[in-house]
């Protein structure tokens, strides 16, 4: 008696089958899907590459020269170029690149531009002021240095990563 108690119909056994079944079929077909939206978002970034600034190492000085160049960036499957910018120099002997974007509003600073403070980096939209090294200077809006780039010299030229907060 007990054996009839547990015994499978035929009506059971084939939605048991069918559910089966469908579930695998369902779960081999969403399972690419799923792949193919999460994999752009998985792979690791490519903000750590290198770019090459087209400038020497031979063609620095102490004073800060501003250069323009593009990054190429990949977000998921769209691939676009932007343009950024470094003023590059040599401090004590290293190469040094500071972003151009003042760290209190996001404007852009210039080397020497202030008539009443030579030699700082200027941020005419709030009258911001950095240092040469590119610490801020007390009693000015920005509250921090400006930002810097990870720099490698390779046979002599310059190359470019992530900007890193200071």
């Given amino acids: 008696m007990s054996e009839k108690k547990h015994r499978v119909s035929r009506r059971q056994f084939l939605t048991y089958t069918l559910t089966g079944v469908g579930g695998f079929m369902a ?3 969403l399972a690419p899907m799923v792949r193919m939206a999460l994999d752009p978002a998985l792979e690791a970034g490519g903000d750590s590459e290198f770019v090459s600034i087209g400038l ?3 063609d620095l000085t102490e004073e ?5 160049f593009s990054v190429e960036l990949e977000d998921g499957w769209y691939t676009s170029e ?6 590059v120099f040599l401090n004590e002997g290293e190469v040094m690149a500071l972003s151009p974007v003042c760290t209190h509003l996001g404007c852009t600073v210039d080397w020497n531009t202030s008539p009443e403070n030579q030699d700082q980096f200027f941020c005419p939209c709030h009258f911001g002021r950095f240092e040469r090294d590119g610490t801020n200077v007390p009693g000015t809006p920005p509250t921090r240095p400006l930002d810097v780039y990870d720099v490698e010299v390779r046979d002599g030229m310059i190359y470019l990563g992530q900007i890193n907060q200071r």
């Fill in 27 to 29: 779960a081999g077909m």
């Fill in 56 to 58: 020497s190492e031979a």
């Fill in 64 to 68: 800060p020269q501003r250069v323009d």
């Fill in 82 to 87: 932007q343009s950024r910018s470094a003023w």
